[in-house]
Structure formats: C-alpha cells, structure tokens
C-alpha cells in the first residue's frame, strides 16, 4: 500500500522553491435527520479588527460576466481562472502579475484543476457536460471526458490518482488523471455543489446536495453513497472545507447565510455562525485556525476557531458585490478573490495576504 504520508512530505518538498522565489468518519445511517445548533452570534455585535487578510495586489482581467473557481501552479506561479461568462481560462503569471494567455472556446467554464504530476488542465463546462483535458506548457487539448450536462466542480485523489466532477441531475463522474478516461459514475439524489476528497477520514468523499438539502457521504473505493445528513429547514448548502486534523466539516448555507460545522464521525452539527450572504466559498486555514469565507454579498468574513466546538468572526473585509468565487493557497499565505466586472470596474483577481 501506498504511504500517503509519504506522499504527503514529497508534494511539499516539491513547492519549496517556488515558495522561496515568490516571497523572495464512522457514519450515520442514511437519511439521518439533523438539527442546526442555534446560531451563536451575530455579526452587527462584533467589534472586528481588520487585520485578517491585507489586500497587496490586484491583477486586471479582460473578461466580461461571471468568474468562477480558480486553481494555482505552485512551481511556475500560475493561477488558472475560469471566466464563465467569457467562455475562457484565463492564465495569469502572478510574479509578472498579468494574464500571459487564454484558453477559449469553452463552454460555460465552472471548475478547474491543475494537477502537476501530469502537468495537466482539468476544465469542467457547464454548458455541454464536457470536462476538458489540456497540456499546462502548450495549452492543446489532450482529452474530452463527455458527461450528460453541467459539468461542475471537481477534485483530485492524489492516492487513487482519479479525478472527481460533479455533473448533471446528480452525479460524480470518474476519470483516470493519467488518460483523461471516464471510469465511471456515483449516483446522488441532486446537483452536487462544493464536496471535498479526504485522504484521512473514512469513507472519504463528503458532497453538498442543495436541492436534497443533504450532505451526502460517499465510499469512492466502493462507489457508493454511504450516509446522508439530512438538514432540516436550512436551505442553499453550497460551499464546504474540511479540517482533517479535527473530523470537521464546515458547510456554508445561503439560506439563512449560515456557517455550520459538522463532526464527521456521528453527522451532528456541533456549532453555527451567522456569515455574510451568499457564500460560494470556505478554507480552512489549519496553521491559522482561521476560516475564509468568501460571498457574493460583497465580503470576505474571517472566523476564528477557538477550539472543536467554539468560532467567533474576527473580520469582515468588503469586497464587491458578486465577489463570491476564492482560492486559499497555504503554501503561499495567500487569498485570491474574483471580483467581475460591474459599475464601469474592470474584472480583477484580488490578492490578499495572511496576517498573524
């Protein structure tokens, strides 16, 4: 069997000098009903300290209409940024700080995944069901995994070696990250939103249903569901994150915007926090303790983990409205936001720093 922590320590290495040159679940039954914990505060009666997140630079983008997720080449400091309403992957050189090519004629560009070991683009598409292989250095496209439709999000195994997207009326598709072949499907009762592949917690692939108001628990060596939280009355679970370290899972609801935390070992919800509306995003920031939160509201809500079942917001950095899609790269102590184009402002990817 394959050391993961092994692997873990290589990738690591792998990063360092980019690094240097840039800066210079045992489960529920299925359909267990759950209750959301009352929520623990409000954000009108926090004092907030503003030092969460420092804004140090802004890269222009040439696109018009909705952005949506990003990805990062730590080893060449290239961020990857799907622009859906420009039908375009936008590649920006973050030490130039410019976008230095495009990849067009896509189809509604959701999700995007760059995997190094292969040196590989992932584009899921919206608007055909299509995910999109292309070469990182020549930008030709290598492979074309066809789905039903509204192909989405998507995750890599790094032990498996499989590549994860979210698709349809409700489904994960699997593809071989090597050959860009489709292996097969997971059945799920909706369009899956945000879900996260845990090396660490077992089964291993938690999914955010909406329209289910689930989360659904699935088992990818077995390819099947092997649990379902059911919600309640909360409504609009879009984003979610993890920390392995803690058997956590943090999903952001819409309605109400609400952050719930789950212990992934009974499905309970143990904690809730009011956040900003319309989140689209959530990372957990292990060395910090600290969750990032990104929404469509205009704002970029912190909050600090005080300990397993206690979090309180320590900030809440206006942003622009429909600045809702982030990535948070520890690696780098970075946050990059999505901020489109809107009021006679160009589109621009936002670039925080961490602060301590």
């Not at 792998?14 to 623990?40: D, E, W």
């Not at 690696?331 to 006679?344: I, K």
Request: hydrophobic share 40%; aromatic share 8%.
């Amino acid at each position: 069997m394959i050391n993961k922590k092994i692997i873990i320590v290589a990738a690591v290495a792998v990063t360092i000098a980019a690094i240097i040159s840039y800066f210079g679940i045992a489960m529920l039954p299925k359909n267990t009903i759950v209750s959301i914990p009352s929520v623990s505060n409000t954000q009108e009666n926090l004092t907030l300290n503003g030092s969460s997140l420092k804004l140090v630079q802004t890269i222009p983008l040439d696109v018009k209409g909705r952005i949506d997720h990003m990805d990062i080449d730590l080893n060449n400091l290239r961020l990857f940024v799907t622009a859906l309403g420009n039908d375009s992957v936008e590649i920006l050189d973050l030490k130039a700080g410019k976008v230095v090519h495009n990849i067009t004629g896509l189809n509604e560009p959701q999700g995007i995944l760059y995997i190094p070991e292969y040196n590989r683009i992932f584009v899921a598409n919206g608007g055909d069901g299509t995910v999109k292989i292309f070469d990182a250095n020549s930008f030709n496209l290598i492979n074309n995994a066809k789905f039903s439709g509204d192909a989405d999000n998507l995750r890599y195994d790094i032990y498996d070696k499989v590549v994860y997207v979210g698709y349809g009326n409700g489904a994960l598709g699997i593809i071989n990250a090597s050959n860009g072949n489709i292996l097969g499907n997971i059945k799920l009762d909706g369009h899956p939103e945000s879900f996260q592949v845990s090396g660490e917690i077992e089964p291993g692939i938690f999914v955010n249903i909406p329209e289910d108001k689930s989360i659904t628990v699935v088992d990818g060596q077995k390819r099947v569901v092997s649990a379902k939280w059911s919600l309640g009355g909360a409504a609009g679970n879009f984003p979610m994150a993890l920390d392995e370290d803690s058997y956590l899972l943090f999903a952001g609801f819409r309605d109400p915007p609400r952050l719930v935390v789950f212990d992934t070992s009974s499905g309970k919800p143990i904690s809730s926090l009011d956040i900003c509306g319309d989140p689209d995003d959530i990372f957990y920031d292990k060395a910090k303790k600290s969750l990032y939160v990104s929404c469509g509201q205009g704002f970029i809500d912190v909050i600090e983990k005080l300990d397993r079942d206690h979090y309180t917001l320590i900030d809440k950095i206006p942003t622009a409205h429909g600045a809702r899609t982030s990535l948070f790269v520890p690696e780098l102590n970075r946050f990059y936001l999505a901020v489109p184009q809107q009021d006679g402002h160009e589109a621009q990817i936002q670039i925080y720093q961490t602060q301590s």
